[in-house]
């Protein structure tokens, strides 16, 4: 049984799609979780019926009632291979309160999973220490990319190469559709407002309700403009000994010119080497993730990449010198460092890959596209249009 006081809320209808959207995985960001108690309570007020289910869950229940990220680690970075494994196989020995969540949480995920029908969409609810507009942190393949073009706001691709175990990881390696939103600053109203339009738009895409434009437009308005996809393609990394603090108000996306000033860092002032686009900068005292960069990603580039995935042509790259394939499921690539450094990533990002970093010499490169439910979602009206 799922947790009394990690369910906000459960609607079934008629047989149909299941939507699992999950608050709080930070506990100080809590945003998410007050707005999927909202519509919870509205839908069950006006006795709407729902052409198939809705859960809302709460994430990190102990860190959410001290309104911290995390009260011993991050949540959102332990749901890598091995914990999972060990969890699976009932040997996991939880150390500290994240631990006892994820295995909490997973437990919840996987009867969710066994007793509806599907097919299932999985949806974490976020908020940022620094002012943002709406956007997507999406794992990229097609079925992401195909679903998450109906909302109006930027789509993030890249995130995984560059953050370990984060939950939406996992359950993208399990085939199913699943992304991020964070709606805003954690003690903005207009991120509650983003979370409350988000969660019923979602429920429009895959038909659970009827649409209406007043979400859309909503989202639409708070994204001042800003669409179509980006991706990071840097880290700004901290350790727990690191001294790390943001100058200014920056926020997501602006642009930040060659030498300037920015942040300090162990005492030392931080200047760009180069002009870049700053992304989720860090202006709270907790979390490994100073900033991020990233850039807009070509409409043409996109659209190659499609074609390119749907035709495999991803099973060419192990004929080519240091690169094989890691496993006889041909979903992942070993990849020689210093053999292949003629390669730029740009070409296994095009082709589906996104890389984990193995060793020294060595990049682990995983295609999502291999583990897709592709057949699961066949007839989806947001698929056709």
Known sequence: MIQKERLIGKLSGKQGPCLIMIGGVHGNEASGVKALSRVCHELQESKTELQGSFYALKGNLAALTQQKRYLDTDLNRLWNRKIIKEVQAGTFQAQTAEENELQQLYSALQEILQTEAGPFYFIDLHTTSAQTIPFLTVNDALLNRAFTLHYPVPIILGIEEYIQGPLLSYINELGYVAFGFEGGQHDDQEAYLNHYHFIYRSMEI??????????????????????????????????????????????????IAEKEHFA????????????????????????????????????FFMQLSAFLRKRSADRILPLLPGIAWHDRKRSALIINRKVARFLAKQLFHLLGYRNKELDQNHWLMYNREHAARSEEYEGAEWLRN
């Open 206 to 255: 895959i038909g659970l309700k009827k649409s209406s434009s007043q979400h859309y437009d909503t989202l639409k308005k708070h994204s001042k403009g800003i669409q179509g996809f980006y991706e990071i393609i840097s880290r700004f990394g901290l350790e727990d000994q690191d001294e790390f603090q943001m100058l200014g108000n920056y926020q997501n996306f602006e642009l």
């Open 264 to 299: 300090n860092f162990n005492g030392k002032a931080l200047k760009a080497t180069e002009a870049f686009r700053i992304f989720m900068p860090l202006y709270q005292k907790q979390g490994g993730d100073g900033y991020f960069s990233i850039r807009k990603i070509p409409a």
